[in-house]
């Protein structure tokens, strides 16, 4: 801590402080045989049995300086060996008896300093050689059994420049012994060791007086603090821009950045109004960029502490370093002001509570375990004071050289220093996580936050812009305004066509076809017959029957007519239909050939006819038998004229009708057939519902392009594919659930070759679908992930699928033109890259709103507060209720919904993401995953899955599967297998037809079964401490920590002659699945006779 913190902590830890001051000596207890590792260095030594080879250098402390004069080399070899002598940290072994740690501390240990002579080269190439050389050193690991944990090397320049590198493990060292090693190193250097006080303790000295301060009283004192200070944590999403890696990879990079001293100096007149250290400052400030982010409230980091309050400990060479976790509470809009006295409380109160190590809060706490995550937090903040302390060597000046570290201990970490009065940050970031391109975006938004900081601390934390200058020229200015062409009709295009081509081929329908002129015709007996009522323009006309012939006649005579047609579906409820006739106030109907629908509108009334359509012929069947013809018509339509009603699920069970709009229809096809060149040369398939307003695209983008709209029968959509194959048919919609169907019972193995462009909408498009439609037809069909709420019209952004399919979720792309795609948060700003916020759309052609919902055309409808325009009615922004953030290129993400995340254990999840991986196996065709609840209120996650095959499968190898990528927190309590997923005429799932799951009792005893299982539940019982030991106890659940892992899996790998790892048991925490993999692993290596 720097002078001030100590400051300011004073008043809070006097008490202790001055303890531990007057204390004196530290009575230390007499040394046992077996010496422990302290708290700290059993979570390192735990890494290193977790990586094995693959930490490298990840926990390695590299220090390197250039030593300019004449140096004497056997001088330098001389003071390692005395550094190594006096200190015992560098000549201790972390050995294990039984998967238990000790120290052993060796004599009669030295250091090797060989030496590399580079004067053969050039000046500058034997430094580059030199530093790379160096660099390479510094990634290398150790083995902790064979000290000395210190690597040394000398690069000879030339005779009067060297470079000298140390790289010690951090198991026996940290930031300050690194300051005792460079001030002894130059003392022994120079023969001034009688200058050194004796040694107070050793290292492990201070192990056991640790271990033996932390007992009784004052241990619970500190852990009742951590218990409730971490109580309810739930893990960050950190803003990845890459998908997380199940497992963590350490690989890492850094991004420096320097505040100019203007900044640094405002700053800092901030922290003495606020009376909060400049630490505090920039916390506060990197938790408010991580809040906006993640979308979450409650944000918890890491940040180290030195761990040497005793003046005993400041000379030793030791790995002292404790965390604490500093969580704060962002809720309640708070200004950067109350926010920095909310940190300030909560460093304190974490700083007065620091005695009790990390591990043992981890180890007491019992956590959640996450391969891919670190315990309780991800990101660390690390603020130390920069003081260069060379090593004081006689003739020899020395220049520190910072060596290229290529670790990152956390997916994020954020070093802060103040030299020279400017604040200096560093950002490393795992690769595996973030690209280079993001952390820089990152870092210039923190930049700019920090700057709008210092000039205003009272503004709202959601009130700072997050929108860079970079980013500011790609995303959208909602302040501008929308130009708004112009829109020819779909009956204006419709009939060109048919006057122009009225032998071209509109309609095919199994064995008919009808062309332009027949359509137009059948179309203008609609009107006409429709002009016989007492009806008026913009009045709701339904239509009750499949898709058909007729039915297209009737959408075409209806918006001729310049009325708004309905269509229902008549394989809906009758109460669904008796609701939607009523909510849309229908004042006449039209019937296709015997459709039935809702018996209080069987019979008709005087104020709402119904007149019979015929489904092939397109003729009006009257109680006379007369027909009544028309001549092609065409009234002048304006674009902003009501023209279809379609439908929306409601909160309260009340389908919302939504009202639609010539020039909204017009200007998205319109878009569609110019950006996707739809010709007369299409066929183009209707298999959307009657019931979903994307049915409007099969319906009128063909018969606007002078394509073929071609229908199926009943009997063809039992192979939906088949039937479009031999069709011939180039484009199809569709929802990406019944893609999935339709891959699992098509009798197609190839073909689809004449399929140019296969559109989704209204669900989550997978990476795995993509490749499953690849996978099984190779050719050239142009894919595109389309996004649009009925509200807004049809579809609002487009994102074509490249070839190399990216990993991870496929974004919903950019917005069409004359549209703006927001991303607004909580103070209704727009997000900046990466920034979670609510999905806002604005365009001139939206609908006009739902028909009978003031209250929620209120919430959803709202005017445009940024443009100039904002008192008019024509410029709303349409707030979706989804979650989404803007990629580096500008790109819309969806994030899932406000209303659709849940909580299971602490752990906030999106089902989405967990059907996303299950849809990966191979043998699945569909899934669907919700969130469910038990009797008891706990929530927990069910999972529906169709198998390619229909033979009986076990859901046991999904388990696995999923064990291997995802969370144990995240892996489903509850799967059912079904035959087909059940869908609503839209073609998503039907969630309220989905059976009741079968949860798993995870709690229920069930003892072991096998022999295997009994082999592992004895070693538990032995290991835990417990009495017993079923097939769905959980090891962390029993009190199993990552030391007693080692224990367990070194007894059973022993007993069982196999190599079971830790991530085994980690992945597979439960008896029973630990017995599974144990299982597969022993048949792997022929030996599972017996077990």
Not at 62 to 71: F, I
Request: aromatic share 8%.
């Amino acid at each position: 801590m720097n002078p001030e913190e100590r400051m300011l902590l004073e008043k809070r830890i006097e008490t202790s402080r001055s303890r531990t001051r007057e204390s004196g000596i530290l009575r230390l207890p007499p040394r046992p045989d077996i010496i422990p590792l302290s708290f700290a260095q059993q979570r390192l030594w735990f890494i290193e049995q977790w990586e094995g080879a693959n930490s490298g250098g990840l926990y390695n402390i590299p220090e390197a300086w250039w030593l300019e004069g004449p140096l004497d080399r056997e001088r330098m070899q001389y003071a390692c060996n005395c550094l190594i002598a006096r200190h015992e940290a560098l000549r201790t072994a972390f050995v294990s008896t039984d998967g238990k740690p000790r120290q052993e501390i060796r004599s009669g240990i030295s250091a090797d300093l060989p030496l590399i002579d580079l004067q053969h080269l050039p000046v500058s190439e034997a430094r580059e050689r030199a530093l790379a050389e160096a660099a390479a050193l510094a990634g290398e690991g150790f083995d902790l059994t064979q000290p000395p944990l210190l690597r040394t090397a000398l690069y000879r320049i030339d005779n009067s420049l060297h470079l000298l590198v140390l790289v010690i493990h951090h198991i026996v060292s940290d930031g300050w012994s690194m300051g005792v090693i460079d001030r002894e190193l130059g003392m022994f250097y120079d023969a001034r060791e009688n200058e050194l006080p004796p040694m107070p303790m050793q290292y492990a000295d201070y192990t056991l007086w640790q271990r033996e301060q932390l007992q009784g009283a004052v241990l619970e004192k500190q852990l009742a603090y951590w218990r409730r200070q971490l109580d309810g944590l739930i893990p960050l999403e950190l803003p990845l821009d890459r998908p997380r890696p199940v497992v963590q990879s350490y690989r890492g990079s850094r991004y420096p950045l320097k505040l100019s001293p203007e900044l640094t100096a405002a700053l800092r007149l901030i922290c003495r109004q606020e009376q909060v250290t400049l630490y505090m400052l920039l916390l506060a400030a990197f938790q408010v960029l991580l809040a906006r982010h993640s979308g979450q409230m409650d944000i918890a980091v890491g940040s180290p502490l030195a761990g040497r309050d005793r003046f005993e400990l400041e000379g030793l060479i030791g790995f002292f370093v404790n965390t604490l976790v500093i969580r704060t509470d962002l809720s309640g809009n708070p200004s950067f002001r109350e926010l920095l006295q909310r940190v300030r409380e909560t460093v304190l109160d974490a700083h007065a509570h620091q005695l009790i190590p990390f591990e043992k809060i981890v180890e007491e706490l019992n956590p959640i375990r996450d391969q891919g995550r670190n315990t309780f937090f991800d990101i660390m903040v690390n603020m130390f004071e920069e003081i260069e302390s060379p090593p004081a060597f006689n003739n020899l000046s020395c220049i520190r050289e910072y060596l290229d570290h290529h670790w990152s201990k956390y997916p994020m970490t954020i070093y802060a220093s103040e030299v020279n009065g400017r604040i200096i940050l560093e950002l490393a970031y795992q690769n595996a996580c973030f690209s280079s391109r993001f952390i820089l975006e990152l870092m210039q938004q923190f930049l700019q936050l920090l700057e709008q900081i210092a000039i205003d601390p009272k503004k709202n934390v959601y009130c700072y812009s997050l929108v860079t200058h970079q980013a500011a020229a790609f995303l959208p200015d909602p302040s501008l305004p929308i130009e708004v062409p112009l829109q020819q009709s779909v009956i204006t295009i419709f009939n060109d066509f048919a006057r122009r081509s009225p032998e071209a081929l509109a309609v095919t329908h199994g064995h008919r076809n009808w062309n332009y002129q027949c359509l137009a015709e059948a179309a203008g007996r609609v009107s006409s017959a429709l002009g016989k009522y007492d009806l008026c323009k913009a009045d709701v006309v339904a239509i009750i029957g499949a898709s058909s012939f007729g039915l297209v006649s009737c959408l075409l005579g209806i918006l001729m007519r310049k009325m708004v047609f309905l269509t229902i579906d008549p394989a809906l409820p009758a109460s669904r239909q008796a609701t939607m006739l009523r909510e849309a106030g229908t004042k006449a109907i039209l019937r296709i050939g015997t459709a039935p629908f809702p018996p209080e509108w069987a019979s008709g009334s005087a104020s709402v006819p119904v007149i019979d359509i015929d489904p092939h012929l397109g003729i009006i069947v009257t109680e006379s038998g007369e027909n009544h013809e028309s001549a092609l018509s065409e009234k002048y339509i304006h674009g902003n004229d009501p023209a279809f009603v379609f439908y929306t699920s409601g909160s309260t069970g009340i389908p919302k009708a939504v009202l639609g709009t010539h020039r909204g229809l017009s200007h998205f096809l319109a878009w569609q057939r110019n950006t996707f060149n739809i010709t007369e040369s299409d066929r183009i398939a209707q298999f959307t519902s009657l019931s979903f307003d994307a049915v409007l695209r099969d319906f009128f983008l063909p018969l606007t392009s002078g394509a073929a709209l071609c229908i199926p029968e009943e009997n063809d959509l039992a192979d939906p594919l088949y039937w479009a194959d031999r069709e011939k048919v180039t484009v199809i919609h569709c929802v990406p659930s019944l893609l999935h169907n339709w891959l699992s019972q098509t009798e197609l193995s190839s073909g689809m070759h004449a399929l140019r462009l296969l559109c989704f909408t209204g669900e989550q498009l997978t990476v795995a679908l993509v490749r499953k439609w690849r996978k099984r037809f190779a050719g050239n069909t142009v894919i595109v992930n389309f996004y649009g709420p009925t509200e807004i019209t049809l579809i609002k952004c487009f994102f074509l699928i490249p070839g190399e399919l990216p990993e991870g979720i496929l974004p919903v792309g950019t917005s069409l033109p004359q549209t703006q795609a927001l991303v607004l948060n909580e103070a209704g700003q727009l997000c900046g890259v990466g920034e979670k916020g609510e999905v806002v759309l604005r365009t001139p052609f939206r609908s006009l709103g739902y028909i009978n919902a003031p209250l929620e055309m209120q919430v959803r409808f709202r005017t445009n507060p940024f443009s100039e325009m904002n008192c008019r009615d024509d410029d709303m922004l349409y707030f979706t209720g989804d979650l989404g953030k803007y990629r580096l290129d500008g790109t819309l993400e969806l994030a899932g919904r406000l209303d659709d995340q849940i909580k299971i254990r602490g752990v906030r999840i999106e089902p989405g993401e967990v059907k996303a991986v299950i849809e990966e196996h191979p043998a699945v065709s569909a899934c669907f995953v919700q969130g469910r609840k038990k009797g008891t209120g706990e929530i927990f996650l069910a999972a529906y899955v169709v198998f390619k095959s229909k033979e009986k499968l076990e859901t046991d190898p999904l388990r696995s599967f999923l064990c291997a990528r995802l969370p144990a927190v995240m892996i489903p309590s509850s799967w059912t297998v079904l035959e087909n997923l059940p869908l609503l005429p839209n073609g998503k799932v039907d969630r309220q037809s989905l059976p009741e799951p079968e949860i798993l009792n995870e709690n229920e005893y069930l003892p072991a079964r096998t022999p295997l299982e009994t082999i592992i539940a004895e070693i538990w019982m032995e290991q835990l401490r417990v009495p017993r030991a079923g097939v769905n106890d959980n090891f962390f659940n029993l009190g199993g920590h990552s030391l007693l892992a080692v224990q367990v899996l070194n007894k059973l790998n022993r007993q069982l002659d196999i190599q079971l790892t830790l991530q085994d048991l980690f992945k597979n925490p439960t008896l029973g699945g630990l017995a599974c993999r144990v299982f597969d692993i022993l048949v792997s290596e022929d030996t599972k006779e017996g077990y």
